[in-house]
Each structure stands twice: as C-alpha cells, then as structure tokens.
C-alpha cells in the first residue's frame, strides 16, 4: 500500500487467510472441513416460515432462543452460554475479553494458523510450542507461566485428539490462567472438556455449527463457562456490537440443534467415510495422521504436496495446503460424500499409477 497521511494512525495486520470458495458448483470441495450433508430438515422448515416484516425489527440482543436451546442441549444453565457469529467471533471476543495481560498466550505451533492472528491484532504476546515430532501435544510444555492458554482438541489441521487427561493436567496446572478448549471437531471423535466445567472455573469451551451441524453458511459458534467468564464475553460483545446474531440465523441455529437423532447420522457418515478414505489414501502410499475430525492429514511418500494439490485442483477437487516448514509436505483433506471421495481416490490412483509406470 502507498504512504499516506494517516498510515501511521493505521493498525497494521497480517490476516488469515481463509479457504477458497470458487463459484462453480461442480468442483468437489474438500478444502474448508465444510459438511457434505445439508442442515437438519428443522432449518428448512424454519425458513419457510419466516415473515420477512419481522426484518425490520432488531433481533433478541441476548439471543434467548439460541442460547436456552443450546443451553439445554448440554444440560447447563442459559448463563453459562455465550453464542456469537461463528466460533472465529467468538474466539476472537474471548481472545479480547481474557488474553489482555503482559505474559504470553501458549498455543501450539501447528494449529489453527487464526489465533496467532487475533494475537498481533489485539496486540497480545504469544509463544507457540512445538508440537512433538509425532505431532502430538505435550501437556506439560503447558504448564510455564502464562498469560492464558488455547488448544484446539482435536487440533487442526492435524486432525489428531488429546485425551481429556492431558487436557485437564493443562486447565488443573493454571488455575491462575483462562484455558480455551477449541471443539470445532470435537463431535467426530474427540473427548468434549465439557465434563470438566463443574470442576474448573478457568475453563471455556468453545464449539461451532460449521462442520458438525452443516451450518458453515449461517456462522453460529458458542463457548460454554462458568457464569462470570460469560459475563466478561457479554461485556466484551456489548462493547462492540450488541446484536452480533441476526434474526434468520438464531432461528436456524434453534431448529439445527434440536434434531439429535438427523444430527447423529450425518457424524456417524462422515466418520464412516472418513475411516475409508483413510485406508484408501494408505494404500496409495500417503501416511495419514490419526483424525477425530471431519478432514484428514496426509502425506505421500515421494509425491509433493503442492504437486498433487495442483494437480487436483486441474481435476476440479479443492483440498487445503498450508504453507510453514512442519506441514508443507502435508494435504488436509476434508472429508465429503461417499462419491466425493470415490472421485478423490480415483483421479489420485490415476496420477499415481502414472507416476509409477
Ligand atoms: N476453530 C477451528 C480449529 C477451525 O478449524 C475453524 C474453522 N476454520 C474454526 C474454529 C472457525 O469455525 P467457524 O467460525 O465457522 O465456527
């Protein structure tokens, strides 16, 4: 960008860079961990019934509806849920509302490559802990002094879970300190922290009804915690935008999470496949990391990544590559319909076979 007058009063930031959505429908999108099934058939119905007059009121700025069926999904009390535009919304409120102090945020260095982003623009110091060569986290490269602490369980874009014992020995060893357990994934496979909530008060949880409830295009993410770590995330809302959580969308969000049983078969799906493509992509020669998510992590043998992302994409199928030294030689993969995959396997199994003749 030129100079101006008023570039020195700017914030300067590096942003995250989110996925590609292309507009043409027949490319296989397996690069944004989106859901390849629609939302319950509640939200349809919701939507038909929407009387478009009611738009020109403001929606319900504590979002009620929401926040009790969420409330009552996970057994806790409406105070102890905070919903917001996304969990990117709400993570970043609660990097704001929790991470303000001089010590450094701890977070992974392979993880969800958004939280060192939402450090340098809140002006947060940060350290990132090396994964181990495994890429597994070790919970007491945790347990140092801190400003506060963010993991993603499962993480991303690795895809691998941490045993809620590791998880508690991080949340049990920093009481002094807000521990975020990231659960974008966690319906897929992973062991919620949940359960914890009654033994810890610096424990917020943090979900989302992109991937596992079909809902990307909506953006409805929500944390769960203690009744004063809500309070501090409504403050924080409530200083920025008071009605971050349109009318449309706290309806759909109301009907998604009131179908468990539409729910549960759309998860049990994509594991299914996911477990498939999975023995698939090893017969081809990749090394695929251990997921409890809805994407995989994988690495061919010989073939570079950026070889076969490039190729793929030629193909007309999207898949995630990230730059950064540990991870460039890997793919994630999102998983999608059982055909999706098929095609997947099948324009791999060509190019490799090629390769190899
Ligand atoms: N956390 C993790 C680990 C993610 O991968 C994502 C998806 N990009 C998010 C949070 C944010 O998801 P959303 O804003 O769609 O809820």
């Not at 403001?58 to 409406?78: G, K, Q, T």
């Amino acid at each position: 960008m030129k100079e101006y007058g008023w570039s020195r009063n700017v914030r300067q930031v590096d942003p995250y860079v989110p996925g590609e959505q292309p507009s043409d429908p027949n490319i296989i999108k397996l690069n944004t961990n989106e859901n390849p099934y629609p939302p319950a058939p509640g939200v349809q119905k919701f939507l038909s019934s929407v009387d478009v007059t009611d738009l020109r009121k403001y929606p319900d700025p504590a979002s009620s509806e929401l926040v009790d069926a969420i409330a009552d999904y996970h057994d806790v009390d409406p105070s102890q849920v905070f919903v917001g535009v996304g969990s990117d919304d709400v993570l970043s409120m609660a990097f704001l509302a929790f991470f303000n102090g001089s010590d450094p945020v701890l977070f992974p260095d392979v993880t969800y490559s958004f939280y060192n982003v939402w450090a340098d623009v809140y002006r947060v110091p940060y350290t990132e802990i090396p994964l181990s060569d495994d890429f597994t986290i070790d919970p007491s490269d945790y347990l140092r002094k801190n400003g506060g602490i963010i993991i993603a369980n499962p993480n991303a874009p690795t895809g691998m879970p941490l045993p809620l014992s590791s998880i508690e020995t991080i949340i049990s060893g920093n009481r002094d300190s807000v521990v975020i357990v990231d659960e974008a994934y966690v319906d897929f496979g992973g062991e919620s922290a949940l359960s914890l909530l009654d033994k810890y008060d610096n424990l917020l949880v943090i979900r989302t009804f992109s991937k596992s409830r079909s809902l990307a295009g909506s953006r409805i993410g929500y944390a769960i915690g203690c009744v004063d770590m809500i309070r501090c995330l409504n403050d924080i809302k409530y200083s920025v935008n008071s009605y971050t959580m349109d009318r449309i969308t706290l309806g759909i969000g109301t009907a998604a999470i009131r179908d468990e049983a539409y729910f549960r078969e759309c998860v049990d799906r994509i594991i299914a496949t996911r477990e498939r493509t999975t023995e698939e992509l090893k017969k081809l020669g990749f090394a695929v990391l251990p997921s409890a998510t809805n994407f995989v992590f994988a690495r061919h043998g010989y073939i570079p990544a950026m070889v076969l992302f490039e190729y793929l994409r030629d193909q007309g199928i999207y898949v995630r590559h990230f730059g950064g030294k540990r991870v460039y030689n890997y793919l994630r993969i999102s998983i999608g319909t059982e055909s999706d995959m098929d095609k997947l396997i099948s324009v791999l199994t060509d190019y490799i076979e090629r390769e190899r003749a």
